[in-house]
């Protein structure tokens, strides 16, 4: 119930962020005018819902609907997922707005997808998470593997085989 719960949450800020650009920003990924939006749009959204809107917030509910409605992982599916809904563009999410926010920072975007699916395949915590990023999973299996091998990593994250019996 609790996962059910921040995954709501996931969807809610994107939606923000698609409203604060498609509708507020005319599509526009900055506008000038763009803090002043979110400054009203801040006091609007905590006056009515509740605490959670600040500006800051709402920059990252922009950010996160800039990179992730372009950005599929491809076909990865994951089984314990299979009755989330979808954005518009057929983009589920799998982890917690605090994941996400970490992902987000991630320019590489193989990286970002590898540490996205090994999250939600292997359901780490946050904390989980920033450390196998700090240890540079990524890097090191990059290191390990040829690049079309990473390329895989990142649309389908690590394949363990079982071991053979004779």
């Known amino acids: 119930m609790q996962k059910l719960l921040y995954l709501s949450m996931v969807y809610?800020?994107?939606?923000?962020?698609k409203n604060i650009i498609e509708e507020e920003q005319k599509g526009n990924e900055r506008a000038d005018y763009g803090?002043?939006?979110?400054?009203?749009l801040s006091e609007y959204?905590?006056?009515n819902?509740?605490?959670?809107?600040s500006v800051e917030n709402l920059k990252l509910m922009r950010r996160f609907y800039n990179v992730y409605s372009k950005d599929m992982?491809?076909?990865?599916?994951?089984?314990q997922f299979k009755n989330l809904p979808a954005t518009d563009n057929g983009r589920k999410f799998f982890l917690s707005w605090s994941h996400y926010i970490k992902l987000m920072r991630i320019e590489?975007?193989?990286e970002r997808h590898?540490?996205?699916?090994?999250?939600a395949r292997n359901d780490w915590s946050l904390t989980e998470f920033k450390r196998q990023f700090d240890t540079s999973l990524y890097e090191r299996l990059a290191l390990s593997?040829?690049?079309?091998g990473v390329k895989k990593l990142s649309t389908e994250g690590q394949v363990i085989e079982e071991p053979q019996i004779w």
């Open 12 to 17: 809610a800020y994107y939606e923000i962020g």
């Open 35 to 40: 803090k002043y939006i979110l400054k009203g």
């Open 45 to 47: 959204l905590t006056e």
């Open 49 to 53: 819902h509740g605490k959670g809107f």
């Open 73 to 79: 992982i491809g076909e990865t599916e994951f089984t």
């Open 108 to 110: 590489n975007v193989d």
């Open 114 to 119: 590898l540490y996205e699916i090994e999250a």
């Open 145 to 148: 593997r040829d690049k079309e």
